[in-house]
């Protein structure tokens, strides 16, 4: 199984348990980064054991290459000098060291594919860890600016709110009020409705004991009678 495919049903198994549960996007985002976080980690640690194979392989089909080597020039030397039994030992020495040698060569390979695999694989994860944050932060900010626009809206449909509007609207009636009152108090120059009809009241009877006092006056003195006549 591919790292990306066993990555991918980590990630889908905690992603349904996570939507199951009604979890919010954005810890559902931070799940699927950090497993790919891990998964990063794993094929680098992967990586790093592969790179550390090969370097002691490398040192071993070294040792055998060598060991190849110097029993070939051993049988030569042996059968130089009429040793056949030691050249034939030798050659069998060299055998070993050859299939040693190919042996060793072989998991080299398997090394060396193994750490092209968990190159590449580390290089498409980390574009896709840098794609998947980059995503996730966008997620982030329209995450909170639906979170700040449901507040809003929540506080505005409040009924607390539209209470504190009414109870204004009814003090800005009283303080209508109050400003009418000035303003009619303005227009009688001061004066209140009942001190008006007194200052009428008054008026009229001033009047009327002026006509009087002119009716007096006018009025012609009356002559005194003439005496009879003897």
């Known amino acids: ?17 996570m939507l199951d549960s009604a979890e919010d996007p954005e810890k559902i985002a931070r799940l699927i980064i950090s497993e790919m976080e891990d998964t990063l980690i794993e094929v680098r640690t992967a990586a790093a054991r592969a790179i550390a194979d090969k370097k002691d392989v490398a040192r071993k089909l070294s040792k055998f290459t060598a060991a190849e080597t110097e029993w070939a020039a051993k049988a030569e030397l042996a059968l130089s000098k009429g040793r056949e039994d030691l050249a034939r030992g030798a050659l069998q020495a060299k055998s070993k060291a050859a299939n040693m040698k190919d042996v060793l060569e072989s998991e080299m390979n398997i090394i060396d594919e193994a750490i092209e695999k968990a190159t590449s694989d580390m290089g498409k994860l980390q574009d896709k860890l840098d794609e998947a944050k980059a995503k996730h932060k966008a997620l982030l900010i329209r995450s909170n600016t639906a979170q700040n626009r449901l507040r809003v809206r929540e506080t505005v449909a409040d009924h607390k709110i539209e209470d504190a509007l009414s109870r204004y609207a009814a003090l800005e009636r009283k303080v209508d009020d109050l400003e009418a009152q000035a303003d009619a108090f303005d227009l009688n120059q001061g004066k209140s409705l009942e001190s008006q009809f007194d200052a009428l009241e008054g008026e009229e009877s001033i009047e009327k004991e002026l006509a009087a006092l002119k009716a007096r006056m006018n009025k012609p003195a009356n002559k005194p009678a003439t005496k009879a006549k003897a």
């Open 1 to 17: 199984m591919g790292v990306f495919s066993r990555m991918g049903d980590i990630i889908n198994s905690n992603i349904n348990s």
